[in-house]
């Protein structure tokens, strides 16, 4: 898996490279969705895991391992500094896949009160409901909090959930000391690094699992669901059991050819990651001198600033994604119009980590799952326009002059 020490882009760069079958400098895909075998006593010790992918090279069939995903899997894996990872279809289906191997009925989370809408759902409502497990939501900054939440239900509590920057109000987990709370508590850390992708290794400050929306800035063009788990090899095994798997038995299968587009974007990634980081550096720090009420982990007046800096690795910046409270929904809503329809700067649109800029009003949209309640608790304002700042369309200058129009055109 390589040193959590070494540069994430030379952990990648590292790894086992895999060739085309006819000599091809890209691998094969595989598109297969039965394997044969050559002796008839193989099939059985493929299902009682006497041989498989690892032990022998078997494959049996494509909801189990696929030669193209477990490529994919393989790459991920080194670039976060884990020993293996399972692409699934989506984000969300890593991150349920994950939480129902983690916990049994009647077990408990805690986990950020600021997250993915969706993610939010499933552990407020979904996993309650359906399987009896809990979750009691903390300000992930507050470490009293976490440690408190932590001692609720002793002994059920097996999983702290947290993305590395919250969703969408850019707040930064201090991984390294909820790691300490949650391993002290006998409990295993989930981290969701879908925003930070070569910008922070959760696995080198002792994240369990990590989990990706490979949909976003992995993919880089908004044309591809996805989604990954990354952890220990007994753990990536464990979610592919033939009896208990999550990934096994509900099915979140990756396509090969979605795989193979995949592993073909890793190699550029580290420097879109710059590119992103670098605009939306630039663009923070701007309209912060132009009195705007904007998030940024760059920015030395976020309050996890030093934090950020501290759990970057050097070379990425500091993500792609800022947010902007224009005070109003009227407002903010004008502010985005604007932009698009005049100055064709980005698109109103959900999601993030496309190559143009992606914005939208998170408390009606991304975070809309959230009651007026959470969404106060959250810090989610229903005038916060969430930007995914993109790296084409126009020179950085160029960008900006639209981008200071536009917001002091709104503010006047």
């Not at 009896?132 to 939501?137: D, L, S």
Request: hydrophobic letters at 40%; a negative charge.
């Amino acid at each position: 898996m390589g040193s959590l020490q070494a540069d994430p882009l030379d952990r990648l760069v590292s790894g086992k490279r895999e060739f085309g079958e006819f000599g091809g400098v890209n691998a094969s895909v595989e598109i297969s969705t039965t394997f044969t075998v050559l002796e008839a006593d193989t099939l059985p010790a493929i299902f009682s895991g006497e041989v498989g992918p690892e032990k022998g090279g078997c494959y049996v069939y494509g909801r189990a391992f696929n030669p193209t995903v477990r490529h994919l899997g393989r790459l991920l894996a080194a670039l976060e500094g884990c020993e293996a990872a399972y692409p699934c279809s989506s984000g969300m289906a890593a991150i349920s896949s994950t939480l129902m191997a983690l916990c049994n009925q009647g077990d408990h989370i805690v986990a950020s009160n600021t997250i993915y809408g969706g993610s939010h759902a499933l552990l407020k409502t979904f996993l309650p409901t359906k399987a009896g497990v809990t979750t009691t939501f903390v300000d992930i900054t507050d470490l009293e909090a976490v440690r408190s939440a932590l001692q609720l239900h002793p002994g059920r509590t097996k999983v702290v959930y947290t993305e590395v920057v919250s969703n969408p109000t850019l707040r930064v987990a201090d991984i390294r000391a909820l790691a300490e709370l949650t391993h002290g508590s006998g409990a295993q850390l989930v981290v969701d690094n879908t925003f930070t992708p070569f910008v922070v290794t959760p696995k080198r400050f002792g994240a369990d699992v990590v989990i990706h929306s490979l949909t976003k800035f992995v993919s880089g063009a908004s044309d591809i669901i996805a989604g990954a788990i990354c952890g220990s090899a007994a753990f990536i095994h464990s979610l592919m059991d033939f009896h208990a798997g999550p990934c096994m038995l509900l099915g979140p299968t990756m396509d090969p050819r979605v795989a193979s587009e995949l592993a073909l974007r890793l190699p550029n990634l580290a420097l879109r990651m710059q590119e992103h980081g670098r605009r939306a550096a630039t663009f923070a720090s701007r309209l912060e001198g132009l009195g705007a009420a904007v998030t940024y982990p760059g920015l030395p007046s976020h309050p996890q600033h030093g934090l950020m800096v501290s759990q970057a690795n050097e070379g990425y910046g500091l993500g792609g994604l800022l947010g902007m409270d224009l005070g109003t929904p009227a407002r903010a809503n004008a502010f985005m119009e604007r932009l698009q329809n005049r100055h064709g700067f980005g698109f109103m649109a959900v999601s993030l980590g496309y190559f143009d800029t992606l914005m939208s009003l998170s408390a009606a949209s991304t975070s809309s799952e959230l009651s007026e309640g959470d969404l106060a608790v959250s810090g989610i304002g229903r005038g916060y326009v969430r930007m995914s700042i993109g790296i084409t369309a126009g020179t950085l200058e160029d960008r900006w002059r639209q981008l200071e129009e536009a917001y002091r055109f709104v503010m006047q």
